[in-house]
């Protein structure tokens, strides 16, 4: 087991975590789902263990004394880390004057301060693996609808902590970003929460790709952050959103 290339995925028991974990899975890496729902991380592990070796771990990376723990016991099972993915993340979107602080700072400590520990305690295991980070941020970092400023905040730091991590940890570790814009997750949330995609005609219309994204387009794009053949990327930010924020719109 300690040959294969380990990677550490927070939020991997749903969505487009799930699809990464999958995805690295199949390119022979050992995947750690680490997940605050238990029910969706072991649900995950289950369903992903005849593709590779999985290892659901209950985590919320908002507290550090549970990444110190969940990187641990990664390493002690399986000797190495040599790639982080940040993809844990959540959001309350409220009117301003609404906002709980708690809720503010909730979104944040997970989104944000939550990438920041996992890139902390992770780090000395990835600069001895020559390893990699990638963020998954958001479209929200330079975009936005009303009501979401907790979370556009923190995917617009997640944007900004990529670039210093990627100075502050090279060259032995590059640290690298991919910010999704629409995605349908219908079909990969935990079981009894698995919905059937409602998407029409206009959805798909105005993306100049002509469809809405699929987690598996997130996760081909991290597979290849992760790869030898992005070797000299680092601190970069690839918008991954079918053309959406390239388009312009007149009323």
Not at 46 to 70: I, N, W, Y
Not at 96 to 122: F, I, K, P, S
Request: glycine share 10%; net charge neutral; aromatic share 4%.
């Amino acid at each position: 087991m300690a040959a294969r290339r380990v990677a550490f995925i927070t939020g991997g028991g749903q969505g487009i975590g799930k699809a990464i974990a999958q995805r690295l899975l199949r390119d022979g890496w050992a995947a750690v789902i680490a997940e605050v729902d238990e029910e969706a991380g072991r649900q995950t592990e289950a369903e992903l263990k005849a593709l590779g070796p999985v290892r659901f771990q209950h985590v919320d990376v908002a507290v550090e004394s549970q990444v110190r723990s969940a990187i641990g016991g990664t390493v002690a099972e399986f000797a190495r880390i040599d790639a982080l993915v940040n993809n844990a993340g959540i959001s309350r979107n409220v009117p301003l004057a609404d906002l709980a602080l708690e809720d503010w700072q909730r979104v944040l400590g997970v989104n944000l301060t939550g990438a920041m520990l996992c890139a902390r305690h992770a780090a000395p295991h990835l600069r001895a693996a020559h390893g990699t980070i990638v963020n998954i941020a958001s479209t929200r970092a330079y975009m936005s609808e009303a009501n979401t400023e907790a979370y556009s905040a923190s995917k617009g730091g997640l944007v900004a902590l990529t670039h210093a991590l990627a100075v502050s940890l090279g060259p032995e570790v590059r640290v690298n970003c991919v910010s999704p814009g629409w995605i349908d997750v219908s079909a990969w949330r935990k079981r009894g929460a698995v919905k059937q995609a409602t998407l029409s005609a206009a959805d798909h219309s105005q993306h100049p790709v002509g469809r809405v994204g699929r987690p598996e387009d997130v996760a081909a794009c991290v597979a290849y952050l992760l790869s030898e053949e992005a070797g000299f990327v680092t601190g970069a930010n690839l918008t991954l959103d079918g053309g959406m924020t390239r388009k312009m719109i007149y009323v």
